[in-house]
């Protein structure tokens, strides 16, 4: 028996120094039966852990039941079998693993964070936050707890309060890819709330935390389109038209850019200017992957045409506004000009100027109708 209490002496001391398939291999040379029970709680427990970091998580299974035989009453081999069925995405048995602690030990933090993270696996999420509180009372100085709290507030568009849960996990020494991850995503989804109630100077602060903690050399697509949109909407115009071309450079056929970046270049290029022609490339393409949708994208791409002197393809353009929308009166003014000129032959970027004047091209953003998204694409 003193060989066996030995090995099991040194594997341990390899496992603690994460010498994991040393001390693996030491453990497989050990024979329970030469064990009292004692140690055979200490053996087959460690041999569990040793399995979870390895990812066996169903022979980490098997010793932590082995562990519950000799020991019945543990909370440790109770609270380590509802981890490893959690791992197996057994989350009913988890969660009644994790209730044997919690019977016996009501505060016990590590029981409820399995808990509640069990409970947010099976969408029980008033009851996952629930539980993860419990556990903040019980130590509110454990960053883990305020992690799964901020996922289960995420999934239930609590994003305020999932951003000072991070916060707090934060200020505890909770950092890395998870946590910027997570950080960002909930700016984000923070600042599309304040981006709908039209409130931009919030929302754009939002986004711009939501960059800074996500991947810099990929950052997301949606959250550069809206943080341009916002600088669109504020009258930040240079930053905003820098945005909608980096946009554009990732991805040419996202329409939401196309749409609004078109919009925003028809109302403000000069007659014949490139910024009319990239009006026109945007306008262009947004129209052809959701054709006859939006009446103020047709409309705009008349405009951008007309700003060419492309007169005939403007005319098309505004028919087209019309019949998604009969009652678009700016479409209606703009085809009574152009139609009644084409008709004439006397079409001139003169009188055009005229009509645009009269148009409602020069109002902000915010009252154009694209105040929100067009959509993810």
């Known amino acids: 028996m003193v060989q066996m209490v030995d090995r099991m002496g040194t594997a341990n001391e390899l496992f603690k ?3 994991l398939s040393e001390a693996l291999d030491i453990y497989e040379t050990i024979d329970e039966a030469a064990l009292n029970e004692v140690h055979i709680y200490g053996f087959v427990n460690n041999k569990g852990a040793l399995f979870m970091r390895l990812g066996r998580y169903a022979d980490a ?29 057994r989350n009913e048995q988890a969660l009644q693993a994790f209730s044997v602690v919690t019977d016996q030990e009501p505060e016990h933090y590590a029981g ?30 454990e960053r883990r707890a ?12 609590n994003f305020l309060g999932a951003i000072s849960d991070l916060e707090d996990a934060q200020r505890l020494g909770y950092e890395g890819k998870e946590f910027d991850e997570a950080y960002s995503i909930a700016n984000s ?55 909608m071309r980096q946009v554009l450079s990732i991805d040419p056929h996202f329409y939401s850019a196309n749409a609004t970046f078109g919009t925003h270049l ?43 002197e492309e007169f005939e393809k403007a005319a ?15 479409a209606r003014d703009a085809i009574t000009v152009v139609e009644g000129q084409l008709a004439l032959n006397v079409v001139s970027s003169k009188s055009f100027e005229v009509l645009l004047a009269k148009l409602p091209l020069r109002k902000p953003l915010r009252n154009t109708g ?6 993810s694409r």
């Open 17 to 19: 120094r994460d010498r």
């Open 61 to 89: 299974l098997r010793c932590f039941e082995r562990a519950l035989e000799v020991q019945p009453g543990s909370l440790e081999a109770a609270y380590n079998k509802g981890i490893s069925l959690r791992s197996l995405g």
């Open 112 to 141: 409820l964070c399995g808990t509640a993270d069990a409970q947010t696996a099976l969408d029980m999420l008033e009851e996952a936050e629930a539980s993860a509180t419990k556990a903040l009372q019980a130590q509110p100085n």
């Open 146 to 157: 305020y992690m799964i709290r901020a996922m289960v507030r995420l999934r239930v568009s």
């Open 189 to 243: 989804l923070q600042g599309d709330v304040l981006l709908k109630e039209n409130q931009y100077a919030e929302a754009r602060k939002y986004y711009e935390k939501a960059l800074v903690h996500g991947d810099s050399d990929n950052p997301h697509i949606n959250l550069l389109f809206h943080l341009a949109f916002t600088d669109l909407a504020l009258g930040n115009t240079e930053e905003a038209e820098k945005g």
């Open 266 to 308: 028809a109302k403000s290029a000069k007659m014949g200017s490139p910024e009319a022609r990239e009006a026109v490339a945007c306008l262009t393409k947004a129209s052809a992957a959701k054709p006859m949708s939006n009446a103020e994208v047709e409309f705009h791409l008349g405009v951008a045409h007309v700003k060419l």
């Open 316 to 330: 098309n353009a505004f028919h087209k506004a019309i019949e998604v929308d009969p009652n678009h009166q700016g």
């Open 370 to 375: 694209f105040l929100a998204p067009f959509g």
